[in-house]
């Protein structure tokens, strides 16, 4: 499945979600905390690094995955905050923003494998 998409086309399905989920889930809460801004924020950074993704610049790439590794563990907090407040709205909401980073992760680490064989040959 993730072979048809190419990583800076997950990476950028990835930002959206993190700016909508996260976006959505600090304007419908009945307490809003600055800290539910912080995937929207990595959400932004990595599409505006996407450009520099698509056109295979490693240093963006790298950038780019680390960030994406940053937020996937710090998605991990919120999650376990949601299952200890039995909100099963956020719990789903927080799962989908870590399923589409865990997507991106792969997609990057699968093109960095990729990159390394073809280089080798």
């Not at 240093?59 to 949601?82: E, K, N, Q, R, S």
């Amino acid at each position: 499945m993730l072979n048809q998409f190419k990583p800076y086309q997950i990476s950028a399905f990835n930002a959206i979600s993190l700016l909508l989920t996260g976006g959505y889930g600090y304007i419908q809460s009945q307490t809003p905390s600055p800290t539910a801004l912080i995937p929207v924020v990595f959400g932004l950074i990595l599409l505006i690094l996407n450009p520099g993704v698509k056109k295979e610049n490693k240093v963006v790439a790298h950038i780019a995955v680390l960030l994406t590794l940053i937020i996937f563990i710090g998605l991990l907090m919120p999650l376990i905050a949601a299952i200890n407040r039995a909100d099963n709205f956020a719990v789903l909401r927080v799962l989908f923003m870590i399923l589409t980073t865990l997507l991106a992760i792969i997609s990057f680490v699968k093109s960095f494998i990729e990159a390394r064989k073809n280089k080798n040959q």
